[in-house]
């Protein structure tokens, strides 16, 4: 599919890269297909005993007016409190990408870390900010 963009009165048809479909019989980019399956397996994760410690860990009663919120949740890096849904855990050492099939044994290691101290509590702008400085520096 083309897109046409008007450009000082005339009409200019902007062509799209193709992407080769490999994958579900042609329906998915190789891109697609890890990201699926790095989706799945963080899915699968999420309840992992060390993450659950580290998320106690940030919380506390509730100082909320709000009488229903049990629990807040305190930021590793801006130190500010949190409802549940507003943080996320992190790993501290990122899991990294998926891209391949020889990706998928580090990324489960990174995954799955046991360590006492492997997870923090962030925010979600925090969580944002860390995982593009993690981008950038390629991990």
């Not at 909320?64 to 849904?85: I, V």
């Amino acid at each position: 599919m083309a897109k046409r963009i008007v450009k000082k009165n005339k009409l200019v048809k902007k062509s799209r890269k193709r992407v080769l479909r490999t994958r579900n019989a042609g329906k998915w980019t190789e891109a697609q297909y890890f990201s699926r399956i790095r989706s799945a397996l963080r899915r699968t994760f999420r309840f992992w005993e060390p993450m659950k410690e580290a998320l106690e860990k940030a919380s506390r009663p509730s100082r909320s007016e709000n009488k229903r919120l049990k629990k807040e949740y305190q930021c590793a890096h801006c130190q500010n409190w949190f409802k549940r849904a507003d943080v996320e855990v992190d790993h501290i050492i990122p899991c990294g990408s998926l891209n391949s099939y020889e990706e998928i044994v580090p990324f489960l290691k990174r995954l799955t870390v046991e360590e006492a101290g492997a997870f923090q509590v962030l925010c979600k702008p925090c969580h944002l900010i860390k995982t593009k400085k993690d981008r950038e520096n390629g991990q």
